[in-house]
């Protein structure tokens, strides 16, 4: 089993940045496929990014067309752990984030196509 716990988010202003953490423990892998996602209350869970990592490197990473050039995947080997750099915010940005993370070479943008997920964490931008 993998565990993940989300850090960060908050409450920032528009034009602001914040950094989602995604810390796993528990089993690992010696590639991974990770995915972000959002949720604004009342729509859909939709695909914010992706990355396909390896124990030390990310190999490929892909965004959503609206965050492309404000969002970023990195991550702290380290620690386990593996961030969304959010720049440039936007009220639009405002949802419940979620980390997620299944064993597989190959990016995926579908939420029901991963195996683990985080317990979410709220980003509020205020306009």
């Known amino acids: 089993q993998v565990r993940l716990v989300q850090s960060g988010g908050g409450l920032v202003q528009a034009g602001g940045s914040l950094r989602l953490s995604c810390a796993a423990s528990g089993r690992t892998f010696s590639s991974y496929a990770m995915g972000w996602f959002r949720q604004a209350p009342g729509k859909e869970r939709e695909f914010v990014a992706a990355a396909i990592c390896s124990s030390r490197i990310i190999h490929t990473t892909y965004y959503a067309n609206s965050v492309k050039g404000r969002f970023t995947i990195s991550k702290d080997n380290a620690e386990n752990t593996v961030y969304l750099q959010m720049s440039s915010l936007k009220p639009e940005d405002t949802a419940v984030y979620y980390c997620?993370?299944?064993?597989?070479?190959?990016?995926?943008?579908?939420?029901?196509?991963?195996?683990?997920w985080g317990q979410g964490t709220q980003v509020t931008v205020s306009s």
């Open positions: 997620e993370v299944r064993e597989s070479q190959e990016i995926a943008t579908t939420q029901n196509l991963f195996d683990y």
